[in-house]
């Protein structure tokens, strides 16, 4: 069995086969869906796609950092009144992103900071994203990190370094997604050098398909695709990458 740790099925790039692309990924094995949430826009048609697939999707709540505009209090006042009306898996997905922006840093942390504290009292994992922006999400992190904390660092394409100080929070799993399948994405060295209990597997569809079908719609079937790249450079089993990988995605999200 496959869990993908992250995927946005509920997009409108789905909107037309979406029983297909659930079909085909259990076909694949994958038998699990987390599905983080963006901001207040998707969350009916997030919420709709969980109950037209129950026992598959989970539903999480959050403000992705790209979302975080001047009005991101009344978005974290909307995931607090659902957080008191609703059942979710985790918090996210959210985070600091300083690839589209590099002037919104400040309302960014202070939201990022917020949801932290909403997983902390939830007793739920926070899905962290964190694009070009490593140092400054790891400095929140670190300030905020005690036993109650704790999630998965989505889509991870660090360095050893930087894989070590995730691990070194003591509660954190890295995604690992279709960027590990990139001829040059330098993944797979860092990966070589980490064990698999701190790994997930992720497919952050619609986006960052794998090869060989990157720059095209990614979706959930694709995750075998990663599993397999794992699977090989870990010189272990498909099978052995797929138990391990499922064991640590239910630590996190405590479906056992």
């Known amino acids: 069995m496959l869990i993908d740790t992250h995927t946005h099925l509920f997009l409108e790039q789905f909107a037309a086969d979406d029983e297909q692309v659930i079909e085909s990924a259990v076909t694949n094995g994958v038998e699990r869906f987390y599905l ?122 660090g360095s050893v370094k930087q894989a070590q100080d995730v691990i070194s929070l003591g509660g954190f799993k890295m995604g690992i997604g279709g960027v590990l399948t990139f001829k040059n994405g330098g993944l797979d060295q860092t990966v070589k050098e980490i064990d698999l209990k701190h790994l997930v597997l992720e497919t952050d569809s619609p986006y960052l398909a794998p090869a060989p079908y990157r720059g095209k719609r990614n979706e959930s079937s694709y995750l075998k695709i990663i599993a397999e790249r794992l699977a090989e450079i870990k010189e272990k089993s498909l099978e052995e990458v797929a138990a391990i990988t499922t064991e640590n995605a239910n630590m996190v999200f405590c479906q056992l």
């Open 36 to 157: 983080p949430n963006i901001d207040s826009s998707t969350y009916d048609s997030m919420m709709a796609f969980v109950g037209k697939y129950p026992g598959r999707c989970y539903p999480l709540i959050g403000l992705h950092p790209c979302s975080v505009k001047e009005d991101f209090e009344t978005e974290l006042d909307f995931i607090r009144e659902k957080l008191s009306k609703q059942t979710f898996n985790g918090i996210g997905e959210t985070g600091i992103d300083l690839y589209w922006d590099k002037t919104n840093l400040d309302n960014q942390i202070t939201a990022f900071t917020s949801q932290i504290q909403l997983a902390k009292e939830n007793k739920l994992p926070v899905i962290i994203h964190c694009r070009e922006s490593f140092n400054e999400v790891f400095e929140v992190i670190s300030k905020c990190n005690d036993e109650s904390l704790f999630g998965i660092f989505h889509c991870f394409t």
